[in-house]
Nanobody, 120 residues
């Protein structure tokens, strides 16, 4: 069993930047970020494979960058040029295999979430 814990959520103004982190208790092949805004379904933000390939949701391409530490147990999400629409609870997830699709069912282990609030 793998435990993951997110950190880095904060309140920022529109146009600002934020970096989220997630620490996993073990090495996993796939790690990802999902988010859920109030009243909306959870959506995939970005994912990364152990060996480096990444996938991004359409709404964050060009603004967000996902990366992992050298030992692959820490996941990052660099978020730039944040609009208010990026306000959501951001969840870190880890899974045994990576697929180039942002689907919740591919991820077995989930964190509790970290809140990102973007104000105008």
């Amino acid at each position: 069993n793998v435990h993951v814990r997110e950190s880095g959520g904060d309140s920022v103004q529109a146009g600002g930047s934020l970096r989220l982190s997630c620490v996993a208790s073990g090495v996993t092949v796939a790690m990802a970020w999902f988010r859920q805004a109030p009243g909306k379904e959870r959506e995939g933000v970005a994912s990364i494979d152990y060996s480096g390939p990444t996938t991004y949701g359409d709404s964050v391409k060009g603004r967000f960058t996902i990366s992992r530490s050298n030992d692959t147990t820490t996941l990052y999400l660099q978020m730039n040029n944040l609009p208010t629409e990026d306000t959501a609870m951001y969840y870190c997830a880890a899974g045994p295999s990576w697929y180039p699709l942002l689907k919740e069912r591919y991820y077995a282990w989930w964190g509790q979430g970290t809140q990102v609030t973007v104000s105008s």
